[in-house]
């Protein structure tokens, strides 16, 4: 019996400290575009190695669901979002303070499943009759800057209105974020589907085969971050911003194949509901 009271006593004093530091432990909760998945996680494992007793919990949607969700109050610490449009819906309803900063930008591009069952070889193969063409639902991020290079191409000589028009025709599913438009191409659900460039990850790069947007044609992504005004860890919630704008957290982004935070950084050109105002770039340390 003596024993066991021992062993029952040491146990205590080991754990005790655990669940002090488990109580003490602050807690970033991150509402971020499904596009940021694996580089915020990256950046969210780096963030906790610099800050002891820190938990950064992730909530991962489309920029969409994620600014209802913010509209609706849904409690979080931050919001990045793949594009400007729906964090000024964020703003609007007055949970997100002005100005926020771009963090990063991306492109968009096309993919076709490894065998390239539908033998898409150029852009004008999507608006071929027939083929199954997956996009992002309309108000997810990635589908306003498709739409818009399908605009630009419409606008052309060479491609025309009723290109736009025949692209569209083909679509057989709409998903509610673009990793779910990737998912699908990657199991050979469509015969090709746009996303951006950030989402040809390690894990399918035997699965996929990209097919390039020319700079004419492609819409630059910028990313916006910010604190939510209500946020029950202002300070850490900053800091994890902070951590996301640094040479560290630009270095993981790199990785992902997310583009710098200037503009400078970009071929292409932003569409005007990408950008954010100029103070937004000069907060993000651009020139």
Same mark, same amino acid.
């Given at each position: 019996?003596?024993?066991?009271?021992?062993?029952?006593?040491?146990?205590?004093?080991? /754990?005790?400290?655990?669940?002090?530091?488990?109580?003490? @432990? !602050?807690? =970033? &909760?991150? $509402? *971020?575009?499904?596009? %940021?998945?694996?580089?915020?996680?990256?950046?969210?494992?780096?963030?906790?190695?610099?800050?002891?007793?820190?938990?950064?919990?992730?909530?991962?949607?489309?920029?969409?669901?994620?600014?209802?969700?913010?509209?609706?109050?849904?409690?979080?610490?931050?919001?990045?979002?793949?594009?400007?449009?729906? /964090?000024?819906?964020?703003?609007?309803?007055?949970?997100? @303070? !002005?100005? =926020? &900063?771009? $963090? *990063?930008?991306?492109? %968009?591009?096309?993919?076709?499943?490894?065998?390239?069952?539908?033998?898409?070889?150029?852009?004008?193969?999507?608006?071929?009759?027939?083929?199954?063409?997956?996009?992002?639902?309309?108000?997810?991020?990635?589908?306003?800057?498709?739409?818009?290079?399908?605009?630009?191409?419409?606008?052309?000589?060479?491609?025309?209105?009723?290109?736009?028009?025949?692209?569209?025709?083909?679509? =057989?599913?709409?998903?509610?974020?673009?990793?779910?438009?990737?998912?699908?191409?990657?199991?050979?659900?469509?015969?090709?589907?746009?996303?951006?460039?950030?989402?040809?990850?390690?894990?399918?790069?035997?699965?996929?085969?990209?097919?390039?947007?020319?700079?004419?044609?492609?819409?630059?992504?910028?990313?916006?971050?910010?604190?939510?005004?209500?946020?029950?860890?202002?300070?850490?919630?900053?800091?994890?911003?902070?951590? =996301?704008?640094?040479?560290?957290?630009?270095?993981?982004?790199?990785?992902?194949?997310?583009?710098?935070?200037?503009?400078?950084?970009?071929?292409?050109?932003?569409?005007?509901?990408?950008?954010?105002?100029?103070?937004?770039?000069?907060?993000?340390?651009?020139?």
């Amino acid at each position: 019996m003596r024993g066991v009271i021992w062993l029952l006593a040491v146990w205590s004093m080991v /754990m005790a400290p655990a669940a002090l530091r488990a109580q003490a @432990a !602050e807690t =970033v &909760v991150v $509402f *971020a575009a499904a596009s %940021l998945t694996d580089a915020f996680e990256e950046i969210g494992t780096a963030f906790e190695a610099d800050h002891a007793d820190v938990r950064v919990v992730f909530s991962f949607a489309g920029s969409s669901t994620l600014a209802t969700q913010l509209v609706e109050g849904a409690p979080s610490d931050v919001f990045a979002s793949a594009n400007f449009k729906q /964090m000024q819906v964020v703003i609007d309803a007055g949970r997100m @303070a !002005e100005p =926020v &900063v771009i $963090f *990063a930008r991306n492109r %968009l591009v096309v993919i076709v499943p490894a065998e390239n069952p539908g033998r898409i070889e150029t852009l004008d193969d999507l608006a071929r009759p027939g083929l199954r063409l997956v996009l992002a639902a309309e108000g997810v991020p990635v589908r306003d800057y498709t739409e818009a290079m399908l605009d630009q191409m419409a606008a052309t000589d060479e491609y025309g209105p009723a290109y736009r028009t025949a692209v569209l025709v083909n679509v =057989v599913s709409e998903e509610d974020n673009v990793r779910q438009v990737a998912a699908k191409v990657a199991l050979g659900e469509a015969d090709a589907g746009i996303v951006y460039l950030s989402d040809m990850t390690p894990n399918l790069s035997d699965q996929v085969m990209s097919i390039a947007v020319p700079d004419e044609f492609n819409t630059v992504a910028a990313y916006p971050i910010g604190v939510i005004t209500d946020s029950a860890a202002p300070r850490l919630a900053q800091a994890f911003v902070d951590f =996301v704008l640094s040479d560290e957290g630009q270095a993981i982004l790199g990785r992902w194949n997310f583009l710098g935070k200037c503009p400078d950084a970009n071929r292409a050109e932003a569409t005007p509901e990408a950008t954010t105002s100029p103070e937004a770039t000069d907060r993000a340390g651009c020139p």
